[in-house]
C-alpha cells in the first residue's frame, strides 16, 4: 500500500497563499498516524485551521471557524467512508470524519441555527480514482447539504476534474483535480497520472455577492 504525504514546507506555500483551514479528512491522514501532533502544530504555527480528523468521532467532525472581513465561516471536512481503514481502538486512537449523510445534514443545521448569517464550506473527500462523474447519490446528498444550510460543497479525490453546478443560492464542484500533487516525485516509487489529469481548477468566490469565477490551469 503506497504511504502518501507531503513534505513539511508545504506549509509555507499554504501560508503564502493566505490558507485558513486544511481538511484532514482523506484516506491518507491515516497512512501515518504517530504524524498527527506534528501536523496539527506545523499548521498552528502558520495560522492554518484544520478540520477532518481528531482522537474521537466526536472531534474529527467538529468544523474549523475562522473571521474575514466580518464574515465567519464554517468549515467542515469528510471522507468516503470506505476509503478510511481506523487505526486500532485505543484511548488516543487518530479518526477521521467519514461521510455519515443524517449526521452531516444535522451539523450543518445545527450551525445555521446558531448562525443565519455565517458561511458554511463543506469539503468532501469522495468519488472513484479518475471518474469524471460523481455518483449519482451524492449529488442528491449535495444538494442537500445546500437545502440544510450550506453554502458550498467541495469535493476532492478524483484526481480529475469533476462537474459543477450552481444549486438555488449555493455551488457544488464535485472535484477540483490535482490542484497539488507533483507528477514523478514519490518517496518510495513513481506516481503518475492520465493525461486528462493535468486539467485542474480552482475557484474564486465572493461570498459577499456570491459570484463565482472557475479557473482553469
Keep these: ?24 479528512a482523506n484516506n491518507h491522514t491515516l497512512d501515518l498516524p504517530e504524524w498527527f501532533e506534528y501536523i496539527l502544530w506545523q499548521l498552528k504555527e502558520n495560522g492554518i485551521a484544520a478540520c477532518g480528523a481528531g482522537y474521537s468521532r466526536e472531534e474529527a467532525a467538529l468544523p474549523a471557524g475562522f473571521e474575514l ?10 471522507c468516503w467512508g470506505m476509503m478510511v481503514r481506523d487505526t486500532k481502538k485505543t484511548k488516543n486512537a487518530l479518526h477521521v470524519a467519514k461521510i455519515r449523510e443524517e449526521q452531516i445534514i444535522s451539523y450543518i443545521k445545527n450551525v445555521r441555527s446558531i448562525d443565519h448569517d455565517a458561511k458554511i464550506i463543506m469539503l468532501m473527500h469522495w468519488n472513484f480514482d479518475l471518474e469524471v ?32 453546478e450552481r444549486y438555488k443560492s449555493g455551488f457544488i464542484c464535485y472535484g477540483l483535480g490535482n490542484f497539488f500533487i507533483p507528477w514523478h ?6 506516481i503518475e497520472f492520465p493525461e486528462f489529469s493535468r486539467l485542474t481548477l480552482v475557484l474564486e468566490w465572493n461570498p459577499i455577492n456570491n459570484d463565482l469565477i472557475c479557473h482553469w490551469f
Design 1 to 24: 500500500t503506497p504511504i502518501l504525504f507531503n513534505h513539511p514546507s508545504i506549509v509555507q506555500v499554504l501560508n503564502f497563499g493566505n490558507a485558513k483551514v486544511l481538511s484532514l
Design 69 to 78: 472581513n466580518g464574515i465567519k465561516f464554517f468549515v467542515f471536512g469528510f
Design 133 to 164: 462523474l460523481p455518483f449519482p447519490s451524492y449529488r442528491e446528498f449535495a444538494r442537500a447539504m445546500i437545502d440544510a444550510g450550506a453554502d458550498a460543497i467541495i469535493g476532492s479525490h478524483s484526481h480529475c476534474v469533476q462537474g459543477a
Design 185 to 190: 516525485t514519490f518517496i518510495n516509487g513513481k
